[in-house]
C-alpha cells in the first residue's frame, strides 16, 4: 500500500550539497551528433527473458551496420560462453569492417580481464570496457569497502587490461571505464576515481579514455543528471584526453530527455539501445534520440530510412514487440482517428511541396523520410471527422467529396462506428459510400439518354433529350429541355427538383479516365442531400448523381410521385 508520508521511507536524491549555480548548458542547443555506441548485442541482450542466440546476434550486428554504427558492444565474454563464441565469430569471419570498433564489456577481475581480453584479440580494433560500482549504497551493502578500496579496483583493473592487451599487439586497443551507478555516487568521489583511472590508463589528447558516467538507476530529474555531466565536464584533470560518454537508464521514464540535456552539458558520446531495450525499464531510446534530431534539421549519422525494417529486425531478435506509440517507430505513430486531427493533417498533406520546409500539422516528421507511406496517416473510428473520411476516399479511390457532402457523409461513417464500436477501414469506407451514394437505384433507375439534335445550333443553346427510366419495375421515356444538360434532365422528370450546388472532377488519367459528379438538391420541401455518380461520360455521370440524390430523399420519406406529364413508352 502506498504510504501517506512517502519522504519518510524515500530519500529524494541530491547530488550537490550546495545548488550547482555555474552550469551553462541550458542555453546550449544541440547542432552536430554525439557519438553513437550501441549496447543492444550486451546490456539489451542480457536483459531478454532468453537471451538471444548467435545466429540472431549475427542478424541485429548486420542492421546496427547498415544504420550505421560504428560503436558496437558486441557482448560480456567472460559472462557466457555464447558471447565468447559470438565475438569470436565476428572475428575470425572478418564480419566487422574496417571504420567499426566493437567493444566488450568485463568487470575488474583478472581472470574475467583475461578472458575478456581473449575473446576480443585479432580484431583491427576492439575497445575493453572495464566497471565497477562506486556508489554508497553498492560500497555499504554490495562490497563493505571504503573509497580507497573501490578506487583500487578501478585503478588495479585498468593496470590489468593494459598488461592483459599488450599479449595481443596485433590489435589497436581502446580502453573505456565506467564508474558505474555514477548517477548515484558522490560527485567529488566520482571525479577521484575517474581521474585515477585516466592517469593509470596514460589517457593522451592520441590515446583518449573513454569515461563512461552511467545513470545505471535513473535516480533524479534530467536538469540535475545533466548538472553532474557538466560539473564533471570541467572539472576533469584531462578533459582533453578523454571522450565523455552518457549512459542513461530509464527508470524515471525520462531518458531521452537525461541524454539530451548530457550532451548539452558536455558530454560526446552516448551508449543506447534500439527502441530503448535493456534492463529493467531500459536503457535509453537511440531512435528516439537520432529523429529527435533531424527533425531539428541535424542530420545524427544513422539510417533510419527504412524504420519498418530496423524495427522487425529489433522485435525478431529481441523477442519483445516495439509499442504501436513508440515515438517514430510505432505502427500508429503516424496515425489520427480524432476528427479535428484529421483535418489538419489532410489540409497540411495538401498544400506540403516536395521542395519546402514541413508544416504538416500534428506530424512532427515526415512519414516517407523514414519508409513510411502515407495510407495509413488517417484511420476512422467513432472519433474521426469528415476530413479522414474524405481523405481515405481521396487517397484510395480518386474522390474529392465537396464540403457539405463531407460532412453529410461522415454522419454515416458515424453511424456505423457508433453501432460496431470498432475502426473502419479504408475498404469498408468505400462500401459504406458506395451503399450510400451509388448503389441508389430505386425507385429511380437511368436506362439510357439520348441528347435530340444539337444543342449549340439551337437559340439560346437549349438542351433537348430523351430519356429511358426504369420506374418501379417499368421502363419509362421521358423528355425535357433545358438549357444545360442537368436542367434538361430535371425538366424530363417532372419532379419538385431543385438544384442546389454540383462539382464535378475526372478520376485517374488517359484511357481510364471517368468521371465523378455531386450534386446536392432539394425534393419539394425538403431539407438538401446530395447524390453521386461516377461514369466514362460525364453527363451520364452527373443524371446518375441527380437520381442517387432523389433515391435518398425518397428512402428518407420525401414524397417523390411521377409527373403525369411523363409518357410510357
Known amino acids: ?47 531478454l527473458i532468453e537471451p538471444m542466440s548467435v545466429e540472431r546476434k ?61 575473446a576480443a584479440a585479432g580484431a583491427r580494433q576492439a575497445i575493453i570496457h572495464l566497471y565497477n560500482a562506486c556508489a554508497p549504497a553498492f560500497r555499504k551493502i554490495v562490497f563493505n569497502m571504503s573509497r580507497d578500496e573501490i578506487r583500487n579496483i578501478a585503478v588495479t583493473g585498468t593496470r590489468l587490461v593494459k598488461q592483459h592487451m599488450a599479449k595481443y599487439p596485433q590489435t589497436r586497443w581502446g580502453y573505456q571505464y565506467s564508474p558505474e551507478v555514477f548517477s548515484t555516487t558522490e560527485p567529488d568521489f566520482a571525479l577521484d576515481v575517474s581521474n585515477a583511472v585516466a592517469e593509470e590508463w596514460d589517457a593522451t589528447p592520441e590515446k583518449k579514455l573513454i569515461l563512461n558516467l552511467p545513470a545505471t538507476i535513473e535516480a533524479t530529474t534530467p536538469n540535475l543528471y545533466a548538472d553532474q555531466i557538466e560539473w564533471m565536464h570541467r572539472n576533469l584533470a584531462r578533459r582533453d584526453s578523454i571522450v565523455l560518454s552518457v549512459h542513461p537508464h530509464n527508470d524515471r521514464g525520462t531518458a531521452v530527455a537525461a541524454a539530451e540535456f548530457a550532451v548539452m552539458a ?36 544513422l539510417d533510419f530510412s527504412d524504420i519498418d525494417e530496423v524495427r522487425r529486425c529489433a522485435e525478431y531478435c529481441n523477442q519483445l514487440p516495439v509499442h504501436p506509440r513508440h515515438p517514430y517507430a510505432g505502427d500508429l505513430v503516424f496515425t ?3 476528427g479535428s486531427h484529421q483535418d489538419a493533417i489532410k489540409k497540411g498533406l495538401s498544400q506540403q511541396q516536395a521542395d519546402a520546409l514541413w508544416e504538416v500539422p500534428y ?10 507511406s502515407y495510407d495509413a496517416v488517417i484511420r476512422v473510428n467513432s472519433q474521426s471527422g469528415k476530413g479522414g473520411v474524405s481523405y481515405l476516399l481521396e487517397q484510395e479511390h480518386g474522390l474529392v467529396l465537396p464540403r457539405r457532402l463531407q460532412i453529410e457523409f461522415s454522419r454515416a461513417i458515424q453511424r456505423v462506428t457508433d453501432e460496431t464500436g470498432r475502426e473502419v477501414t479504408a475498404a469498408s469506407v468505400h462500401d459504406i459510400f458506395q451503399d450510400e451514394y451509388l448503389k441508389q437505384h430505386a425507385p429511380w ?29 417499368q421502363v419509362r421515356t421521358v423528355r425535357g429541355e433545358g438549357d444545360g444538360a442537368i436542367s434538361a434532365f430535371v425538366n424530363a422528370l417532372g419532379l419538385p427538383v431543385r ?71
Open 363 to 372: 506530424l512532427p516528421i515526415d512519414p516517407a523520410d523514414l519508409g513510411r
Open 266 to 301: 558536455g558530454a560526446d558520446r552516448i551508449e543506447g539501445c534500439l527502441f530503448g531495450s535493456g534492463e529493467r525499464t531500459g536503457n535509453v531510446d537511440l531512435v528516439t534520440l537520432a529523429l529527435n534530431l533531424y527533425t531539428q534539421g541535424v542530420h545524427p549519422g
Open 1 to 47: 500500500m502506498m504510504l501517506a508520508n512517502p519522504i519518510q521511507k524515500y530519500k529524494p536524491f541530491v547530488p550537490f550539497d550546495r545548488d550547482f549555480s555555474e552550469r551553462t548548458w541550458p542555453s546550449r542547443r544541440i547542432t552536430t551528433p554525439p557519438i553513437w555506441m550501441s549496447t543492444d548485442l550486451r546490456d539489451g541482450n542480457q536483459s
Open 445 to 473: 433507375k437511368l436506362v439510357r439518354h439520348r441528347i435530340v439534335g444539337d444543342p449549340s445550333a439551337a437559340e439560346g443553346h437549349t438542351f433537348s433529350i430523351e430519356v429511358d427510366l426504369e420506374h418501379d419495375g
Open 58 to 118: 549475427l542478424r541485429f550486428f548486420d542492421q546496427l551496420l547498415k544504420i550505421g554504427f560504428k560503436e558496437i558492444e558486441v557482448g560480456f565474454p567472460s559472462a557466457s560462453q555464447t558471447d565468447f563464441d559470438f565475438v569470436r565469430r565476428l572475428i575470425d569471419e572478418n564480419r566487422i569492417p574496417e571504420d567499426v570498433t566493437i567493444i566488450v564489456l568485463t568487470q575488474a577481475r583478472e581472470d574475467l580481464i583475461s578472458r575478456t581480453v581473449e
Open 499 to 569: 438544384i442546389m450546388d454540383y462539382h464535378e472532377h475526372a478520376i485517374g488519367t488517359g484511357t481510364d479516365t471517368r468521371a465523378a459528379s455531386y450534386v446536392e438538391l432539394r425534393l419539394g420541401d425538403s431539407a438538401t442531400g446530395f447524390g453521386v455518380g461516377i461514369h466514362r461520360d460525364i453527363v451520364t455521370a452527373s443524371f446518375q448523381a441527380v437520381l442517387s440524390a432523389v433515391n435518398r430523399h425518397v428512402k428518407a420519406g420525401v414524397d417523390a410521385m411521377p409527373a403525369e406529364a411523363a409518357q410510357s413508352a
Open 336 to 338: 489520427a482517428f480524432s
